[in-house]
């Protein structure tokens, strides 16, 4: 098994000392939100969740990015959920980055740990208890399922960062490399969520400008990332939300490899105005009626 290092936030509150400047920021295209600024006070609880908290990265927002939204759960010892998801037709993706849990999905039970990859399709019922005795802490990344005609939902998938081997991209000699939990040809899947990794001197050689969305999250190391017009410092702990369209680089300057959690959304077709978007959600409504 291959040493891999999370960032997980713990909380906490900064002196009054401090200095205000930080890397936190908002635009148009993009938004950056550093470690620093996972504090206590701006965690969230949730309807049946025991002893548990949520920093709340990212949520569907009108003229921004409107197709998932992605948290970061503390859950103490003895917490959990046997209610975890309140909406009907949201698919989920967990990522374990400090502790254990388990997760029971249709009877069955997987023990998790820090590395941890579990997909969640709709209609999974699903609950998360830490039975150990010290806190976990895990991204949980949710997305309104688009179900297209003839095609399945996709099944459950428990995997783990150390036991997928990256795939480097065309002609980067490894500098480069995506880990995919996945299969890309799966189109049953309407997102995908990987694991990004640049070595050192590694690069993103141009301006990536495409529609689907992202979440980044750091999970080690530090790069400059080019977002919109910007070139941005990042670090292990930090976010990045892009919307649609906005130009996207990196230069990975080490000393060690930098590494992100990323999301966006695939294989499916725009859909063609608010009623299009909906129909997921209708169509989720429909097929537990006729259940």
């Known amino acids: 098994m291959t040493d891999r290092t999370y960032y997980a936030p713990k909380g906490g509150l900064a002196p009054q000392t401090q200095l205000l400047t930080d890397r936190a920021m908002f635009t148009e295209a993009y938004a950056v939100i550093p470690k620093g600024t996972f504090s206590d006070i701006v ?122 081997a990256p795939t480097p991209m065309p002609d980067t000699n490894g500098a480069w490399a995506t880990t995919r939990f996945v299969d890309p040809a799966d189109l049953r899947h309407d997102m995908h ?17 495409h529609v689907m969305e992202h979440g980044l999250y750091v999970l080690e190391g530090k790069a400059v990332y080019r977002l919109n017009q910007d070139w941005v410092e990042v670090e292990a702990g930090d976010y990045m ?17 930098f590494r992100y959690l990323l999301y966006k959304d695939v294989n499916r077709h725009m859909p063609m105005g608010r009623a299009g978007a909906l129909a997921g959600r209708a169509h989720a409504g429909l097929k537990s009626a006729a259940e």
């Open 193 to 209: 969520v990987t694991i990004v990794t640049f070595e050192p001197g590694g690069v993103i050689p141009f301006a990536e400008t």
């Open 43 to 164: 965690t969230s609880l949730l309807p049946f969740w025991d002893d548990a908290r949520f920093w709340i990265l990212a949520r569907p927002l009108s003229g921004f990015a409107e197709t998932f939204s992605q948290y970061i759960a503390e859950v103490q010892p003895g917490g959990g959920s046997d209610r975890p998801e309140t909406e009907a037709g949201v698919e989920a993706v967990l990522f374990v980055v400090e502790g254990t849990m388990s997760l029971t999905v249709d009877g069955a039970v997987h023990e998790m740990a820090a590395g941890g990859f579990a997909y969640l399709p709709p209609s999974a019922e699903w609950s998360l208890r830490n039975n150990s005795g010290a806190p976990v802490r895990f991204h949980w990344i949710r997305k309104a399922y688009q179900y297209v005609e003839g095609l399945d939902e996709p099944e459950v998938l428990i995997s783990s960062d150390h036991d997928v």
């Open 241 to 257: 939300w892009l919307r649609a369209f906005c130009p996207q680089a990196c230069y990975a300057g080490g000393p060690g490899k």
